[in-house]
């Protein structure tokens, strides 16, 4: 494929490249660890993955980890998977997420947004105060370093408060969104037994309450491990019999008492989608959250006290937990609790200006949306505080990249990032010293070796490959949860590439350090030997006003054939006849390649999702080959699960 693409988009001027907190780093790591001291962000991304304990040592001090035991050395041991951080060494999250609270007292550490849009702050003394008086009452509640403690919340201050107190006591936090069914609650709690579960009564979303009470109700009878139920009024209603009030056990004055925790302690456990059997269920550490979330939101993000961080997500989504971490960096976090598009599409953009965002992150679905509804955010809403737009969950199309420019500012920082629940971090993404190229993302993150390898191993440029990382990163999995052996864990990532993490995407390293994501490489479309991610097709065919949303699907026969389907949710209001499908086939033709013009245009109901909105893409393909549903998909993992008969019953008549 070609990556010319010579002029950037937008390119930070010296000022702004003087003023970065990287800028800075690699000025005194050069001094003080042997960095380049020329050669700008090229340079030092070498280094960091050349000399990767220096890199990471250097990055403790820079941002004044606090280690209560000294470590013996960087990398004990650098195998993956089970590569060894800091031996020796104990610290602990939550003592970091709230040192600003020392020097910003009165200042807002939370903002919290619902869909009135009125945000309304939490200082750092108040948050601090509630997370101490919530981590003695679940010591008294015999809370003890690694038992688990889950929410079913949503993005509210008390989510922040309940995981900042867990990861206090040295217990393991874990979450789900309460538009969460009650199955896939279960299929995601049952395998960690909790000890605790704080719950709201119900959520607002889209202008309307949502009672939960039935599934908390259910969730209680099914997680016979639990001491305790906490229950947060959202909806004003009484906590149910043996729960406990969530004001009583935050009202005390009591200062944080931190267990010191070994660095590889578990901090958390995220969830992957779960497409198919139960979710797996990623443990990640205290110490490798730490330090990864430090590189990537005060160097890569260049976050800092000054700064008021937003991200649109859910608690069921690793970009929550990523938000929450702008706590490190001394930040304000903007907590949004509602939906994405209430009242209107123009949301997001009124919650930025309100809040006064200096980083604004979305998702590229999001992005895409505003363009197809005509929002013009520069013109309706004051965003001169925003500097950056982040977007991630798909890949920015280029028509993304060029709205953002267009229709924001000119002089905005574009950071499309890629990374995955399984290391609740970015691979590759934003870089504030770097030019941004239209449909790129700015160059693989510090201390991640990210290459594009073929089949056999080999390192491409300029060419589609699989995503891999041939280093360790502190964040990668300590471990997925019941999964004794090892076995799940390896073959998630080092079954293709043995000792080096395969993530499962196609991308292209371009010969200038940029970074193309083509979609998942599971379900990369492969006619005639030539490799097309599926997200290209998206980009393209999405354009037509008449499309609303797509799937592309490609599937080997058994006869040794390919058949390749588009399958299309179409606007209102708009007709599948000769004429659109001969623009879509066309579009396909001249603007991709005309070996990916689509087999059959089949229209459908509507596009499946996970419940973190991702296309459902190989349990799709899965159906096609005549896998029963029940084997092809966790029913628990899908936002709409009748969309799927359709697919179920499509094969049936094939076959």
């Keep these: 494929m070609s990556t010319a693409n010579p002029l950037p988009l937008w390119q930070p001027d010296p000022q702004r490249i003087a003023q970065a907190q990287i800028t ?31 890199f990471w040592k250097a990055v403790t001090q820079w941002f004044d980890v606090r280690f209560t035991s000294p470590y013996a050395r960087v990398l004990g041991d650098r195998s993956m998977p089970g590569a060894e951080w800091f031996p020796g060494a104990t610290l602990n999250y939550a003592e970091h997420a709230l040192r600003a609270a020392a020097t910003r007292a ?9 869909e009135t849009h009125e945000p309304r702050p939490v200082t750092w003394t ?3 105060r509630q997370v101490g008086a919530l981590a003695a009452e679940l010591r008294a509640l015999g809370v003890r370093p690694g038992d688990r403690v889950s929410g079913y919340l949503p993005n509210i201050p008390q989510a922040v408060v309940a995981l900042l107190a867990t990861a206090a006591v040295g217990a393991v936090w874990t979450s789900c969104a309460p538009d969460f069914g009650a199955r896939s609650v279960l299929d995601r709690f049952q395998q960690v037994e909790p000890v605790v579960l704080f719950t709201v009564d119900g959520y607002r979303y889209g202008g309307k309450e949502h009672d939960r009470r039935d599934v908390v109700t259910e969730l209680r009878r099914e997680l016979p491990t639990l001491r305790a139920v906490v229950h947060i009024p959202l909806l004003g209603t009484e906590a149910p019999e043996g729960a406990l009030e969530w004001s009583d056990l935050t009202s005390a004055d009591v200062d944080p008492v931190f267990e010191p925790v070994p660095f590889d302690h578990p901090l958390w456990v995220l969830y ?14 205290q110490g490798g959250i730490l330090v990864e979330h430090l590189k990537q939101l005060g160097l890569h993000c260049d976050l800092g006290p000054g700064d008021r961080f937003f991200w649109y997500t859910s608690t069921g989504w690793m970009m929550w937990n990523f938000l929450v971490s702008g706590l490190l960096t001394g930040t304000t976090v903007i ?29 590229a679905a999001y992005v895409m949306a505003c363009r197809k509804a005509e929002v013009h955010p520069s013109r309706d809403f004051d965003l001169s505080t925003v500097r950056c737009v982040a977007t991630t969950g798909s890949p920015l199309p280029p028509d993304g990249f060029r709205w953002l420019h267009d229709e924001v500012r000119e002089d905005l920082w574009i950071a499309s990032v890629s990374g995955g629940t399984d290391v609740c971090s970015c691979f590759a993404g934003a870089v504030p010293t770097l030019p941004v190229h239209i449909g790129e993302l700015q160059a693989p993150c510090l201390g991640t070796d990210l290459q594009s390898w073929d089949p056999n191993g080999t390192p491409l440029i300029d060419e589609v490959g699989e995503l891999v990382v ?23 990532y080092f079954a293709m590439y043995p000792g080096v993490w395969r993530h499962g995407d196609w991308i292209t390293l371009t010969s200038r350090g940029s970074v193309i994501i083509h979609g998942r490489s599971d379900s990369t479309l492969n006619r005639q030997g030539v490799r097309m991610g599926s997200a290209d097709i998206y980009e393209a065919v999405e354009r037509l006003p008449e499309i609303k949303e797509s799937l592309v699907i490609g599937v080997e026969q ?8 588009l399958f299309v949710q179409l606007a209102p209001g708009a007709v599948l006849d000769d004429a659109l499908l ?21 229209e459908v109901p509507g596009i499946p999702h996970t419940l973190t909105g991702k296309r459902i893409e190989v349990p799709v393909k899965r159906l096609l080959q005549g896998t029963p549903l029940d084997k092809a998909v966790n029913p628990g993992s899908v936002d709409d699960l009748d969309l799927l008969r359709f697919y179920e019953e499509l094969a049936r008549k094939r076959a």
């Design 558 to 565: 058994p006869d040794g054939g390919y058949w390749m389907p």
């Design 582 to 602: 001969d623009r879509i086939k066309r579009t396909i033709r001249e603007q991709l390649s005309p070996r990916h013009v689509p087999d059959e245009v089949i």
């Design 106 to 114: 009165d200042e807002p550490a939370l903002l919290h947004v619902d």
């Design 126 to 128: 108040e948050l601090r």
């Design 272 to 285: 992957s989608s779960g497409t198919t059997g139960l979710p797996k269920a990623i443990v990640q550490s």
């Design 335 to 363: 907590l949004y609790d509602g939906s994405p598009g209430h009242p209107d599409t123009g949301a997001q953009w009124r919650i930025a200006e309100r809040t006064g965002a200096t980083l604004f992150g979305t998702s």
């Design 470 to 492: 041939t280093n360790p990163m502190p964040s990668m999995p300590i471990h997925f949860w019941n999964d004794p052996d090892g076995s799940r864990y390896h073959d998630s």
């Design 24 to 54: 800075k780093f690699q000025s005194w790591a050069a001094e003080h660890h042997g960095a380049p001291a020329l050669g700008g962000y090229p340079a030092l991304h070498r280094w960091s993955v050349d000399e990767l304990e220096a």
